[in-house]
């Protein structure tokens, strides 16, 4: 892929709950909407390509599209390569498992207001900060049995996003190596 050119796309929550989503239909939709070096990593919505044009434009474009083909609207967030070196490099907890470590790529930098409500959660040994436009986790025992309430912070954050652990994270970057 063109390291320069190439763009991480996002899709949020697919292939959770029942929404599916299948990776060669995104492909061949981001495709349709003119994406070049198109390829998808694991079944949760990560999508690489090329966008034609603005890649704001085309994240919105690729929404509409995912929800008149699929029946279901979920946001598309995506980064530059850099950007996504620059998140994980970011990252400011101690990696103990990767993959209870993640970066949630947010659609805005939230609030200041937003982010002093969302510190009043509790959070038991897990910790988040975030830095930019990507909060980042750690999970004290992993996603799967959390102690803090995320989705609670993620309302109080007031913006979209989509979390990726960091082995995942660190995938995507290779793939676009």
């Given at each position: 892929m063109s390291e320069s050119a190439v763009r991480i796309?996002?899709?949020?929550?697919?292939?959770?709950?029942g929404t599916k989503l299948p990776m060669a239909e995104l492909r061949e939709v981001a495709a349709e909407l003119g994406a070049t070096e198109v390829s998808t990593y694991i079944a949760s919505g990560n999508l690489?390509?090329?966008?034609?044009?603005?890649?704001?434009?085309?994240?919105?474009?690729l929404e509409k599209a995912v929800e008149q083909r699929f029946g279901f609207f979920?946001?598309?967030?995506?980064?530059?390569?850099?950007e996504v070196a620059d998140a994980l490099a970011a990252h400011p907890f101690e990696v103990v498992e990767a993959k209870y470590s993640y970066v949630t790529f947010l659609t805005a930098a939230p609030t200041a207001a937003a982010l002093a409500a969302a510190h009043e959660v509790?959070?038991?040994d897990d910790r988040w900060e975030v830095v930019g436009r990507e909060m980042h986790v750690r999970y004290a025992d992993g996603a799967g049995r959390p102690q803090m309430?995320?989705?609670t912070i993620g309302r109080r954050l007031g913006v979209a996003g989509t979390a990726r652990n960091l082995n995942t994270v660190q995938k995507l970057l290779d793939l676009t190596a």
């Open positions: 796309h996002l899709l949020r929550a697919v292939n959770v709950g690489l390509c090329v966008p034609p044009g603005d890649p704001d434009a085309f994240d919105r474009a979920r946001e598309v967030i995506s980064r530059s390569r850099g509790p959070t038991g309430k995320d989705a």
